[in-house]
């Protein structure tokens, strides 16, 4: 009788996982692996190797004790931004650094995969590791979404508009109305519960009370936004935070990201090349400021993030990471782990707002009401959207 | 039978406080008066010009038809941020003006005091009026503690550190243990309530529901905070948000503001001149981010600003403002007043932390514990401190 | 028989040249010594201190030996770049410094000015010294022209455009033709020669090789210059220098300095006020840059510094400091002095252009047709203008 | 009889010097083509295609009527500075634009080529487009030696310090003494002469006077500058230029480009990999702003441009550029040819110091004893030394 090999379901979920990263690259060039025109964006190799940097640094090398590491200079490369792991190259570098090559990078990769999956099959696997594994996991999806949008940047601001992919940003007409649904005043409670995993942020449940308020079942289109534009929007302080009106003013901001005005007709960049705008899609890339700004024309305002996670059944969610005009801060009883995963959320807890939802551009299965996405205000190259709310 | 003159009381409130101004700038030399030494201090002449214009520009000239401007071009020199009044001297050159001069400003204030004084006993006040008139009045008191602020920290830092008056900036011992208040979960009211003056930041008042907290008796002193800087606080990243790590660094930062160790001890600017750093004093000019940083090498966490508003009944508050975790955000229910005005809170609410309370700088009469003063997480030159929660 | 009191000529010379930096800022108010609006201008009350301090420390301190020091901190304030004598405030705080006030500063003129005429009477006088006191008193002359032009700068950058003194910048008519004069291949010798006082930069006098030029006898007129501003000069790149071509986009430069376009009319701020743009006036205040392209569009160049001292006894010069395409390095032979005395001249020996003459802010007995001053090339707020060659 | 292909020897030479630009490019991996860490180096794809543009845009477009044009759109991408020839890329987006790839720029090249070789070969050349061709291949050679410090930049900079190639910068002996060949003073004559090709800036010949002078015969070695940075020459700012002095302590130099303290022991960066420092090889990747300290250190100075070329036929020269003390002005008698190849020079004079001799890097037949080389001062990742004079 034969044996058959019995694939892990972790590893299969490990291996499916770490190939949809590579999938997101295949389209690209190998000199489109490498470039990194803001700070914010970082070149799409560097994602490679440091979403492995992470399996190897907080997974085999602490726990595989046959474990020989693939190059000790790559965590010097790879490691982005935990402190308690030593030194790093800073951010505005990476896109200096032409090796490790592509080619190196993907031996990395497979080098690491393969002793996962012997790590992973091996008796040093634990529950806790477990836990980690999955960290691990919701991190590369977290960076698959970030490569999606930095490809785009990178495609997207070269003067020849290479297309990554044909046919992908699928324009679909949206259905819906502006119908605002309402809620009544009350005690509700938001945060991640049950079983599976969440990130730290998400944590702890807990009550909040909330006013009566209204929310609008569907995002505001190109074609709402292209009003506020055509009425004076991006010309009229009264919208616009003070922080906001400086940066309009400083960076002479007139349109959403990707948007070209060729002779007088709004073009979009997308994914599959320059298109025209099409007025009933979903608005996508602009910052807090704007969508604040929207609201405010609209004689509306943003969701706080209690609200939007309150509501979020009676929508549907999924298209654009929708802004909030909520800080991003610790919700109660939230508690730093002790260690490098300890960094991965708390630090970041000041200057920036919360999104939430998920984006055309977010992996599947990488989606929960309760999570908490945030950005700076001024930073608009991720799939961003506006819910109104009054 | 003889006449007597009546001071109208509402006359007589605005007196005082346009005189105190003018009182706290007594000890200045003409030369004082003209520095912008960083973009947030401004000259005290700017204050002096800036208050007088409020009432000039928003009372005087739309209410008072004989009224004459004093010179039209100090609207563009003294406007600090009303972009519906027009042009305005843009923040950071306002320490290169010489001219309006100093006995320049003292004629423009006499001249609109009197037109002030005839206005206010006029027929042409009325109810609307007197609203507006109250926010001119808070407004200069806000000023009068940015006057003392920032002429501490013009005098501050030269380096010929000259006194502004002694024996003040009393350095008394503060009485008190590190005991904890609980309070238990529940639902509680904060803003504003009440027939007097508020901001319009303080309103609505509205529900929250809060978990059990704990929130401390007394605020941090000097020996405390010393022995985080001695354990080495500054120079370990893990209690530190991110951006505030990195203003740590660009920033060189080793102390509170105003502090220097001198001959290995620790000296402290004073309005008084420099003078030993006092163990038992409350602890004075941190940052957010050191709050923050203290409240996390203590284990602890700044207190939000709901918690921090519920609990101050059973405290003694008004030395020191007090970094809470809250992002300056609206309330629910918050509505801008339409005109100039409504610039006056609203267009800030990104970006900045909450203080609560009051401090030594803070004038008679203009503290509540509904006010909701407000900086950016890196500024330090106002009167602040720490209270922890947990 | 009486005795009289003989003032000793070196004291005469001494006073009369301290008196006269006393008598340029006469016309200020307080607030206007006291500002820096940008880091090149630096403010009236610093120059008078730095002079001042220059006496005292190369002068008193080493040689009169009863001399105390008026203020020990001074020497922090006042030293402008001087490494060899210490730690000195960096030049971009000297405008946020408020105290010493101006009175402090009057006082310590006097002071050293007291022990100056005792030292200069006394027998520690001698000829070494004479010759320092001799480069202190150039010093001083030097700074009573920084002194002028740092006073235009700050009331002509205030929107208020205060009057310093009426009936200044006399704006005389400019008779003279464009006449070219000639000068013929061959050796010359330039540099200072004689016994009187010189800059080092000055020497050593030596031999160059001129091939065939021509210089023209007059300066360039506003009206010229117009026609280049109306001839697109400012929007051709063609004209300028590709760092010259940079500075004008970043800075938006339209004209010279101090001009404004106001209804359609060019307008000029003058030591006595705004006035229109005399045509027949010499051209002042533009940068080399600015020179240099108005030189190229007339299909000239400017003269270098050696063909300019050369041909300078046969045309008028002195009321405009102009531009030569010469950079300033040292001449031939030239020596650095040992010691702070040596840190004048030569360590300013790259990165900035020559310029030759005079100007109408230039004091009396301060000007020579070897004299070498010099500065960056986008600097425009010297009295400086034009003069062709080919 | 069988006809032969006689090759024309302008294409041979034509096809030489393109060939050459990429036997440079050939140990490189596609990601070294790509990135710009600092804005004075480009990314070698980029070199690859601007040195292909210069032929198609100068030569065959306006000479060759059947010429199409292989993508319009590389005007915008590969145009460096010439402002005639319309918009482009601005110098500091090089590193961030991934397409065109590097095989589509060596598609480009292929095409140019082929179409240059028709052309040569055709009725439409003719001898004024030969002097244009000849520029066109000099630029080349220029390009050439920038790819080669552009390489040594982009890998001497990665973390891993890649080799470009085995054996190559050959770190030979020295061999020759401190001598000083001493020259008379007198009337010499410098610039190009004769029927070769020369750039527009090495003309017009002309008579010079020079003093007296010495000059060294040999470059100063890695040792003798060791020695230098062991007397403290770093920390003394009387040995530096104002300038320098900034520089040095902004940027916190302290030793030449590419050396690097390992365990107490000088590495080099070499394009063969890392290496021990040899002390008698001579010095190299220093600033102008070094060579003249240490210069001053030894109480000597460096050599004019004028002095160079005079006493060149007395040493060897053509392993280090070497700094003069000129500044890069034109020679009497400059013209600056009318278009777009007249922005080649002449816009560059002012700002930069002239660098004499040749380099290692500079290919085979690009050197002459009348080039003039420049560059801004505190530039040192050219191959730069130090010849000493008095």
């Not at 190799?45 to 595989?64: A, D, M, R, S, V």
């Not at 599959?272 to 009933?280: A, F, I, T």
Request: charged share 25%; proline share 5%; glycine share 6%.
């Amino acid at each position: 009788m034969e044996s058959q090999t019995i694939i892990h379901p972790l590893v299969k979920r490990f291996q499916e996982i770490r190939k949809h990263s590579e999938e997101i690259c295949k389209p690209l060039e190998i000199e489109d692996y490498v470039v990194q025109p803001i700070v914010d964006v970082s070149p799409p190799k560097w994602h490679l190797g440091h979403t492995t940097w992470f399996f190897e640094t907080f997974i085999l090398i602490p726990n595989f004790p046959s474990y020989e590491v693939f190059d000790p200079q790559y965590n010097f490369v790879f490691n982005s931004y935990y402190e308690t792991i030593g030194a790093r190259v800073i951010r505005t570098d990476r896109g200096n650094l032409s090796r490790p090559s592509v080619s190196d990078i993907y031996r990395y990769r497979n080098y690491v995969d393969e002793k996962m999956k012997l790590f992973l099959e091996s008796d040093f696997m634990n529950d806790s590791i477990a836990t980690l594994l999955e960290l691990g996991l919701n991190h590369e999806q977290q960076h698959q979404e970030l490569l999606i949008s930095d490809i785009k940047y990178i495609l997207g601001h070269n003067p020849l508009f290479p297309v990554y992919k044909d046919n992908i940003e699928l324009q679909e007409k949206t259905s819906g109305s502006n119908k605002m649904l309402r809620f009544s005043e009350g005690i509700y409670e938001i945060g991640f519960e049950g079983s599976g995993f969440c990130f730290d942020n998400e944590l702890a449940r807990h009550k909040v009370y909330l006013n009566d308020f209204e929310i609008s079942e569907c995002l505001v289109t190109n074609k709402e936004y292209l009003e506020f534009m055509e009425a004076g929007g991006y010309e009229d302080f009264r919208y616009w935070h003070a922080d906001g009106w400086n940066w309009v003013n400083e960076n002479n901001v007139k349109s959403p990201l990707y948007w070209h005005n060729i002779d007088g007709k709004w073009m979009y960049y997308t994914l599959s090349g320059l298109k025209e705008v099409n007025p009933n899609e979903e608005l996508c890339h602009i910052s807090f400021y704007e969508a604040s700004a929207y609201a405010s024309w609209k004689d509306m305002r943003l969701p706080t993030e209690e609200e939007w996670e309150v509501a979020s059944p009676h929508f549907q969610w999924g298209k654009r990471w929708e802004w909030t005009n909520s800080a991003y801060l610790p919700y109660p009883g939230f508690k730093k782990e002790p260690g490098a995963v300890g960094e991965y959320n708390g630090k970041f807890m000041v200057n920036q707002m919360v999104l939430r939802g998920a984006s055309t551009a977010t992996p599947n299965g990488h989606s929960r009401n309760t999570y908490r996405n945030f950005f700076q205000p001024a930073l608009k190259w991720q799939f961003t959207g506006i819910r109104l709310a009054k």
